[in-house]
């Protein structure tokens, strides 16, 4: 069975299950800094170019996070943040649109 997970709109991302919601924990956050966000990537085995296709963004955008000279904000973050909790989900998702 697959992982349920809902964003709030505070943020918070919540596991489905049982009919309720349930807080994932905190050390599970976004990328906060380049090597979180290049840590991610490669924890999922994608290069760049890869990673940038699935999420629908520049290649250029993920090397600025890798390098620090941007950090991803707002809807990106989130994305990154359920991406380091159920990757598959994501990316299956994604390929759907």
Request: zero cysteines; hydrophobic letters at 40%; aromatic letters at 4%.
């Amino acid at each position: 069975m697959q992982q349920r997970l809902r964003l709030k709109a505070d943020g918070r991302i919540v596991e489905l299950r049982d009919g309720g919601e349930f807080p994932l924990a905190p050390s599970t956050a976004a990328p906060a800094s380049p090597l979180e966000v290049r840590d991610l990537r490669r924890r999922v085995q994608l290069t760049q170019q890869e990673f940038a296709a699935k999420l629908g963004v520049p290649v250029e955008t993920i090397r600025n996070w890798e390098q620090g000279k941007r950090m991803p904000r707002g809807p990106a973050r989130a994305l990154l943040t359920v991406i380091a909790h159920a990757p598959d989900t994501v990316f299956a998702a994604l390929a759907k649109t």
